[in-house]
């Protein structure tokens, strides 16, 4: 059973890193073939404006496909996640407070975000709710939570190691 599904996530990472390879690389041909911007455009309204129309549906294929990962992402780990609660209590048990942590991580990001409107340049462009705003603190902040957590695994599991020897 673990041949068979290690074999399965080796495919899926496969396919998953081909795509982001792919998508990085239109991005980026993108990016490189864009004409230059005309000397007749000074203000930074106008500069954004110019750009964001060369871009714009690059940027769109580049997170619907983002969103796409992410979903499958989740969808591969909470499905591997559920595979593992059949095998034993032990693991049962685990597998149910790993995805408690991840969900505890997740609240308290949503404690923490903010759902007040950044005011930048070109913002109205975006039509950003506070419904909107409070999700993306809550990934920016669950990002940095996930980042710390694993920094501080690492050097945790290096001091335990030296402090062993």
């Known amino acids: 059973m673990s041949d068979k599904i290690n074999r399965i996530t080796?495919?899926?990472?496969?396919?998953?890193?081909?795509?982001?390879?792919?998508?990085g690389v239109y991005f980026y041909?993108?990016?490189?073939?864009?004409?230059t911007m005309p000397d007749s455009i000074v203000l930074p309204a106008e500069k954004l404006a110019w750009n964001m129309e060369r871009l714009g549906g690059s940027l769109e294929l580049?997170?619907?496909?983002?969103?796409?990962?992410?979903?499958?992402?989740?969808?591969?780990?909470?499905?591997?996640?559920v595979a593992n609660l059949f095998k034993s209590k032990a693991t049962a048990m685990n597998s149910?407070?790993?995805?408690?942590?991840?969900?505890g991580v997740f609240i308290f990001?949503?404690?923490?975000?903010?759902?007040?409107?950044?005011?930048?340049?070109?913002?109205?462009?975006?039509?950003?709710t506070p419904g909107v705003v409070k999700a993306?603190?809550?990934?920016?902040i669950a990002t940095y939570l996930f980042f710390a957590?694993?920094?501080?695994?690492?050097?945790?599991?290096g001091v335990r190691s030296m402090l062993r020897r």
Do not use: C, H, R
């Open 29 to 35: 041909y993108v990016v490189m073939t864009m004409e």
């Open 10 to 23: 080796l495919i899926i990472s496969a396919v998953l890193m081909v795509l982001a390879i792919a998508v």
């Open 62 to 81: 580049f997170s619907l496909l983002t969103y796409l990962f992410v979903g499958l992402s989740i969808f591969v780990t909470f499905g591997f996640s």
């Open 109 to 128: 990001a949503y404690i923490l975000a903010s759902p007040q409107i950044p005011v930048f340049l070109g913002y109205e462009k975006f039509n950003l």
């Open 136 to 140: 993306v603190d809550t990934g920016l």
């Open 149 to 157: 957590i694993a920094v501080f695994g690492i050097v945790f599991t």
């Open 96 to 103: 149910l407070k790993s995805l408690g942590m991840l969900l």
